[in-house]
């Protein structure tokens, strides 16, 4: 074969994009090494990484010139994965491999994997959109570090050919070592996932005394996929609430696990230990995270705490200490379940579909309108304060409850708090309004009752004239948006799954607005 041609791919985005490997080699000429194609900087080293790898492995690499072309040449090629089929490419223009049969291997198998310079093979991000990109493209497999075999054997229908170093590479190629492609064992993953997500949470409703209402709130909100907004002065249990909030939360499918597994594939936070993500993601950013740490980008374009919360939480504690462009960035993830990073040649997509949960004081110090303490802050502290949370900002959170410590102080005082429910009695019914939504949005691109439309609302939250009276009151009477009587409506619908009602009642309308404190407070 005059070129030799291999397939392998770069991370874009979540997915992955074919790259084609094309090598060169003339014996006439000075010797030399070029690689073209718009590469980046790590991919240029890989010159330095191949001639070492293969001169470890005992062969002689060839005195001639090289050239490597990198195809399509119209995108920038990021990161050592392209390692493996760049040395595969020069071996077979050499003859080291016999050049027919390589030739057929070629033509079957996607090639991914960087080099040690020993010739060893080490994990690469982004194993399994690699794999499934093998799939989509119809290859027979994909050859890959053995590190990444758990991780794109997700993947079903393609053949996973593990691989510890360049020369086990070689010999498969040549039919001098046969390699069993890997397969886990029936209902492997699925195994992993319920075994995976058993750990305890870390904080179970029944350790908190009181805070009825902000229970209730965070289970409305994890049945139906809302936003919640808790408010309250220091130390009344805002963290502790949101921290127990992992435990009522259902587990994650094995759609959603490879979706999640994709992200943090991509971001480098999977190793052989945890080949999959088997547990709804709990980000907490510090409040000084700047816009680019929360939404995605930089110079590789990569996904922020937005995208790594996908399925699962993003707790902003201290809310209000956040710049007020972090909390304006959210605006499209919030409303879309996405976001969109636009380059100048390239656009990039990250899902989102988080679940945001935000706690805040009222004012800079906390006390404002609290019985116990005296609020020092002046009116232009609090303005500001408070003109970070945007009429738009607050429109999109469906829930907004105060945390006080009354509950809690009245249990001391009698010295013994009433028993509290479980997080897994809670989990129970979660799980079940969701298995609601599940049969009632069957067939549909949405799963969860925050993620209906306007045009599913018209055919799925149909209430009473009486009722839709009921509720255009409180609209005039709080100069509500059109956007917050969208969000009550779908409040309101969850509320009814969980008391397992196929129509909207009144009191669920009115429970789904008392859910809005915020918009009950003009003064926020």
């Known amino acids: 074969m005059p070129t030799s041609k291999i397939v392998s791919g770069c991370p874009y985005g979540i997915e992955a994009r074919m790259v084609t490997v094309e090598v060169d080699l003339r014996k006439r000429g000075i010797p030399g090494f070029i690689l073209v194609g718009l590469p980046d900087q790590s991919t240029k080293e890989a010159r330095t ?29 990021e990161g050592p994965e392209l390692d493996l089929p760049i ?66 054997a997700l993947i079903e229908g393609i053949d996973i050919i593990a691989c510890s170093s360049l020369m086990e590479v070689i010999r498969w190629i040549s039919g001098h070592q046969g390699i069993a492609p890997y ?62 909030y992992q435990g009522i939360l259902p587990p994650l499918t094995i759609a959603e696990a490879i979706e999640l597994t994709k992200i943090y594939s991509l971001s480098g936070y999977l190793d052989g230990r945890a080949p999959i993500v088997v547990e709804r993601p709990f980000r907490s950013p510090h409040h000084t995270a700047s816009d680019i740490a929360i939404i995605g980008g930089g110079s590789q374009a990569g996904p922020g705490e937005a995208s790594l919360s996908h399925r699962g939480v993003l707790f902003l504690d201290e809310m209000g200490e956040f710049h007020q462009d972090v909390l304006e960035a959210l605006r499209q993830p919030l409303e879309d379940g996405e976001v969109n990073i636009s380059r100048a040649a390239s656009k990039f997509r990250y899902p989102a579909r988080f679940q945001l949960i935000g706690a805040t004081n009222p004012c800079p110090c906390g006390w404002l309108g609290s019985p116990e303490r005296e609020c020092h802050c002046s009116a232009g502290q609090v303005f500001r304060y408070r003109r ?41 019914r979660v799980v079940k309004a969701r298995q609601i939504q599940a049969q009632r949005f069957c067939g549909r691109d949405i799963g969860l009752n925050s993620e209906m439309t306007i045009k599913d609302l018209k055919i799925f ?12 009151d409180i609209m005039k009477r709080h100069g ?45």
Request: charge should be positive.
């Open 87 to 152: 040395a595969c490419g020069i071996l077979a223009q050499d003859d080291a491999i016999e050049r027919k049969r390589a030739e057929t291997v070629f033509a079957g198998y996607l090639f991914a994997g960087e080099l040690g310079l020993d010739g060893s093979l080490r994990r690469v991000r982004g194993a399994l959109s690699l794999a499934s990109l093998a799939k989509e493209k119809g290859f027979k497999g994909i050859v890959i570090p053995g590190d990444n075999k758990e991780e794109a």
């Open 480 to 524: 509500l948006s059109p956007r917050a009587y969208h969000r009550i409506l779908k409040v309101s619908r969850t509320i009814a799954d969980l008391n397992a009602r196929d129509t909207i009642s009144r009191e669920d309308i009115a429970l789904a607005v008392n859910m809005r404190s915020l918009d009950r407070q003009p003064e926020f």
């Open 49 to 77: 990484r191949v001639l070492a790898s293969i001169r470890n492995c005992g062969i002689n690499f060839p005195a001639a010139k090289v050239t490597v072309n990198l195809a399509p040449a119209d995108f920038k090629k």
């Open 388 to 428: 970070k949370f945007s009429g738009p900002i607050l429109d999109r959170i469906d829930i907004q409850t105060e945390v006080t410590a009354g509950e809690f102080r009245e249990a001391i005082a009698r010295r013994s708090g009433a028993a509290q429910e479980s997080s897994a009695a809670v989990k129970d």
């Open 461 to 472: 939250c149909k209430i009473s004239q009486a009722e839709e009276k009921f509720l255009e």
């Open 183 to 244: 397969r886990p064992e029936p209902e492997f993953w699925q195994h992993f996932l319920m075994n995976g997500g058993r750990r305890p949470p870390p904080v179970d409703f029944s350790d908190i005394q009181g805070n009825a209402l902000a229970k209730k709130a965070l289970e409305i909100s994890a049945a139906g996929g809302h936003h919640v907004l808790l408010i309250g002065p220091p130390g009344v249990g805002k963290t502790l609430l949101a921290r127990a």
